[in-house]
């Protein structure tokens, strides 16, 4: 099991990757896992889900919005309350925001996106610090996009630019922390068969007069792996890099798309 024993906090428990983030750690044998997400009917769906799978791993809810620190620093004093330490801490919560292109984009709705992919995500990071020097060793995984990586068809320059400014903050906090054993890396997600891009297909498809099984597959067309990954295998690979076997890995970007974009 990859985490076996761990304290895992996952922010952005949603229907989506958030979700399978926590359910997996559960699965990969976490004594307790954190759940941290605005919306309390998220939080519950995640522990439910966890219940289902009947294994011996607690679960904390804690409402957060990570754009206030107060709420990051609460989120961590009920983990360190409940469970003693913090292993892991993966920053899944994020903010799209508009579909823009940065040669016309209204540049004030970007501070969304920024205020919450960077700066709420940097909040919470910083609130997990004091415990794992403290105790002498953590590992952070930042959740990032493939949008980085290329610039996409669609407009996502505002959502872009917001991680790309995290990937950058990444490799700071990794040799910073390194010190203390604390390890840090990004994880660059690209398609991601789940909710989310399952409700995408479907609006798409309609729009275009195709079936969802023609998207998808026009999409997959661009994948070597020869079809859309599925969250579930997204969340697995974040969490090989809080595990033990990721022990000398620090500040590194681990493309996760199936081929999609390739180095």
């Known amino acids: 099991m990859l985490l076996k024993n ?9 229907p989506g990757l958030g979700s399978k983030l926590a359910v997996e750690a559960a699965r990969e044998g976490a ?15 995640a ?6 799978l009947d294994v011996e791993c607690q679960v904390l809810k804690c409402a ?28 899944s919560a994020f903010v799209h925001g508009e579909m823009d292109y940065a040669s016309t984009a209204n540049l004030d709705e970007w501070k969304r996106p920024i205020d919450t992919n960077l700066i709420g995500t940097l909040k919470l990071t910083q ?12 590992a952070i995984v930042m959740i990032n996009t493939m949008a980085v990586r290329a610039v996409p068809p669609l407009g996502e320059a505002g959502y872009a630019a917001s991680k790309a400014a995290l990937a950058v903050s990444t490799k700071y906090l990794a040799k910073e922390l390194g010190p ?14 789940g909710a989310p891009v399952q409700g995408y297909v479907a609006w798409q498809a309609s729009q275009m007069g195709i079936s969802e099984s023609q998207l998808r597959a026009k999409i997959a067309e661009g994948i ?7 969250d579930d295998e997204c969340a697995r ?8 076997y990721a022990s000398a890995v620090t500040g590194a970007a681990l493309d996760v798309n199936g081929g999609a974009w390739m180095p």
């Open 180 to 193: 203390h054993r604390i390890r840090v890396n990004t994880v660059h997600m690209g398609w991601m068969w």
């Open 6 to 14: 761990k304290i895992v906090i996952v922010s952005g428990i949603g």
């Open 237 to 244: 690979a974040a969490l090989f890099m809080v595990s033990d």
């Open 127 to 138: 609130a997990v610090l004091p415990q794992m020097k403290a105790q002498n060793g953590g």
């Open 64 to 91: 957060t919005d990570i754009t206030d620190r107060a709420q990051c620093e609460r989120l961590v004093a009920r983990a360190v309350d409940r469970f003693g330490r913090i292993d892991a801490l993966i920053n």
């Open 47 to 52: 522990e439910r889900r966890i219940a289902e």
């Open 31 to 45: 004594a307790g896992v954190v759940c941290g997400a605005r919306s309390a009917d998220k939080l519950d769906d």
């Open 224 to 230: 070597p792996l020869g079809d859309i990954p599925t």
